[in-house]
């Protein structure tokens, strides 16, 4: 399995309180993805990284901001959650734009 | 607005028979598609296509594209209890930074 890691795996938060959301990976993979899965909408894309320092918006960003200071780390930040932001978490990386990517063991968020 | 529909959403087989998934697609400047296999985790990958007609297979799985009507078929021959999960569809297009745009998903039950 491709070395990536999600903490924290499972989390219950108020409505209003801040979140982050670790991705770590050990394979010093260019590209990172941070997805939301939710019952009939399959995977979303929520914000890419696409080296150090760059990242970009995937399709449902709104409430979500990103952040990348080493290879290794990409953490998701919901800046006051919400209970539409209740949904399970997955970080993916790829080696290039080119190849497939493997995805992390997902973060199950319940925001009350 | 671009579009990945997968069919059918749902299926119960019994244990030895053949089923036959689809993913259609209405995409600009499509580069590749994907196929991932997920089992209540983290969604594992099958396969990508890239070029229309040649088939890729793994063992009694397999798939083909065709890029002039749209669409791919993921085949599993011979299916066991274990090939239940749900199979995501992906495609990705060109100059997007390898993001990938899922379908919703085939959940596959299979019945001793």
């Known amino acids: 399995d491709a070395g990536i890691t999600q903490s924290p795996r499972h989390k219950v938060t108020e409505t209003g309180t801040p979140v982050t959301l670790r991705c770590h990976q050990t394979?010093?993979?260019?590209?990172m993805y941070w997805y939301r899965q939710d019952p009939g909408h399959g995977l979303r894309l929520i914000h890419y990284?696409?080296?150090?320092?760059?990242?970009d918006k995937g399709e449902v960003s709104d409430g979500y901001s990103v952040s990348r200071s080493k290879t290794e780390d990409f953490l998701l930040t919901l800046e006051s959650a919400t209970s539409s932001q209740t949904s399970v978490y997955f970080c993916?990386?790829?080696?290039?734009?080119?190849?497939?990517?493997?995805f992390g063991p997902g973060t199950r968020l319940t925001v009350l | 607005e671009d579009k990945v529909v997968q069919s059918p959403l749902s299926l119960v087989v019994h244990e030895g028979d053949t089923v036959t998934l689809n993913c259609s697609y209405e995409?600009?400047?499509?580069?590749?598609l994907l196929w991932y296999k997920q089992e209540k985790k983290a969604p594992t990958f099958l396969f990508m296509l890239?070029?229309?007609?040649i088939e890729k297979k793994s063992g009694r799985l397999s798939s083909i594209l065709d890029k002039k009507e749209l669409f791919s078929i993921l085949n599993i021959t011979a299916t066991q209890t274990g090939d239940s999960a749900v199979y995501l569809c992906?495609?990705?297009?060109?100059?997007?930074?390898?993001?990938?745009?899922f379908g919703a998903g085939t959940q596959v039950v299979v019945t001793p």
């Open positions: 394979e010093n993979h260019r590209y």
């Open positions: 993916a990386i790829g080696q290039s734009s080119y190849n497939e990517q493997f």
């Open positions: 992906a495609v990705e297009l060109n100059d997007s930074w390898g993001k990938l745009q």
């Open positions: 990284s696409y080296g150090v320092k760059d990242t």
């Open positions: 995409v600009t400047n499509f580069r590749s």
């Open positions: 890239t070029s229309s007609g």
